[in-house]
């Protein structure tokens, strides 16, 4: 049996047909809105609510709107009870509109994306002091902060927590803010950015980054001099992003390495196998002029012993001083033992080796026959071998160039200039742990 159709289902049809009529006509004309269905389930058809009061209704709730955004809560609460008061549905209005201006843009074909540039050059014209103009060239943030700062309204300051409360930093011009920035590190002004808008524009000036790129990026951190200029152009003189993403040693620490291995122990039982963790560290503590001061320490030493002793005037077992220099991400070590004294006959090369000797403060160094001869009554004990080593820089998993991999280990004899590869079994990639009496 078929069941034919009753007259409350035609008439729900009619209904739903009037709907979709009125929202038919919504899409074409959207200057003008249809009513709803009200909650009676009744439908007016052609009704359309009074366009200029719905009008002033929207323009003051989209203002609004822009109050709130901007942290004025206060006056977007009086404009959202006017709004409210000249349409009790300005906001279903609103809501619509919207998602009608959405539609509309998703049929019309996109607009040219603008680049990074092109932004960075849009946004100087807002920002005071945080994008300048050096060498012609236009000083721009990082991709990322580029878009952060592009949604920043015209006027940025420094607003209270209480509204009731002054704020002094209003009267200190930014000239001023900016040279005080300078004398703090970099942890610190990244924290002092992490404020409010306002503070990030400050932190974001030329004058800051410029001093840390040039006092940072000079040999050995670079091959030559010269490459700086080149380093600057690839980097469109953004000094920010290359202190941030051009690989640099960091002298405000140390590396260190924590290494383990297994040991079969001693035992009286023969039914009980012993087995002991040998746990020992390695050390490399980078320097500005070159040198560098690698210590091989055992278990009965943990780093905060080790640390505020790892300087210059250091004489231990264990301890090499050497040369380093970074080539892209590869560092290279050139180390000899701290404890014993160079030959008396060296060729050229092996110069920069002497002069980070007397920087220091070997006092075992020949700098002439008469010292040598003195030195060789003292200790005739000579270094036989020099231990090149090369390390892989990285930035990993939290922080800037970090972290350190062994590549390769040789040593080298000095006078047959045989090379021989270090067996490296248990060695562990170092890690940076800064220190606060390191950092300049």
């Not at 739903?16 to 006509?25: C, G, S």
């Not at 592009?150 to 009267?171: C, G, K, T």
């Not at 490459?227 to 290359?242: A, E, K, P, S």
């Not at 505020?308 to 077992?317: C, G």
Request: aromatic share 8%; glycine share 2%.
């Amino acid at each position: 049996m078929i069941k034919t159709t009753s007259e409350p289902d035609t008439v729900e049809l009619a209904r739903f047909r009037e709907l979709w009529k009125a929202e038919v006509r919504k899409r074409k004309s959207p200057s003008d809105f249809t009513a709803e269905a009200i909650p009676s389930g009744k439908v007016h058809e052609n009704t359309t609510v009074p366009s200029n009061n719905l009008r002033s209704a929207l323009q003051v709730y989209s203002e609004a709107i822009q109050r709130e955004q901007n942290g004025d809560l206060d006056d977007a609460l009086q404009l959202y009870r006017q709004a409210f008061r000249m349409d009790s549905h300005v906001d279903r209005a609103y809501a619509r509109e919207e998602k009608l201006a959405i539609a509309l843009a998703s049929q019309s074909p996109p607009p040219k994306r603008e680049s990074a540039v092109d932004q960075a050059d849009a946004q100087s014209k807002n920002v005071s002091s945080s994008v300048i103009i050096s060498k012609g060239k236009q000083v721009i943030a990082a991709s990322i902060l580029v878009q952060i700062i592009s949604a920043f309204p015209p006027d940025v300051r420094f607003e209270p927590e209480e509204e009731q409360q002054p704020m002094w930093l209003r009267i200190l011009p930014d000239e001023l803010l900016v040279f005080v920035l300078r004398q703090l590190d970099i942890t610190s002004i990244e924290r002092f950015a992490l404020i409010c808008r306002k503070a990030r524009l400050l932190s974001l000036d030329a004058t800051l980054w410029r001093e840390l790129v040039v006092t940072t990026y000079k040999p050995p951190q670079i091959t030559q001099t010269d490459d700086l200029v080149n380093l600057l152009d690839r980097y469109t003189f953004n000094y920010r992003r290359i202190f941030i993403e051009h690989p640099r040693i960091r002298l405000d620490g140390v590396y260190i390495a924590i290494c383990h291995y297994v040991r079969p122990g001693l035992s009286e039982n023969h039914w009980v196998n012993i087995s002991q963790l040998v746990t020992y560290h390695r050390y490399l503590r980078f320097f500005s002029d070159g040198a560098v001061l690698s210590l091989l320490t055992n278990e009965e030493m943990n780093p905060q012993q080790v640390i505020p002793l790892l300087k210059p005037t250091l004489r231990m077992k264990g301890l090499y001083v050497g040369t380093w220099e970074l080539l892209d991400n590869a560092v290279h070590l050139n180390l000899v033992d701290a404890n014993e004294r160079l030959p008396d006959s060296l060729s050229p090369s092996f110069s920069p080796l002497i002069s980070v000797f007397e920087r220091l403060g070997v006092s075992d160094v020949p700098h002439s026959h008469k010292q040598a001869t003195l030195h060789n009554a003292v200790n005739s004990q000579r270094t036989r071998y020099m231990f090149n080593m090369r390390l892989d820089l990285r930035s990993r998993p939290l922080g800037r160039w970090n972290r350190l991999d062994i590549e390769s280990y040789n040593s080298i004899h000095l006078e047959s200039g045989d090379m021989t590869p270090v067996a490296l079994k248990h060695e562990r990639p170092f890690w940076f742990s800064k220190v606060r009496s390191y950092a300049s």
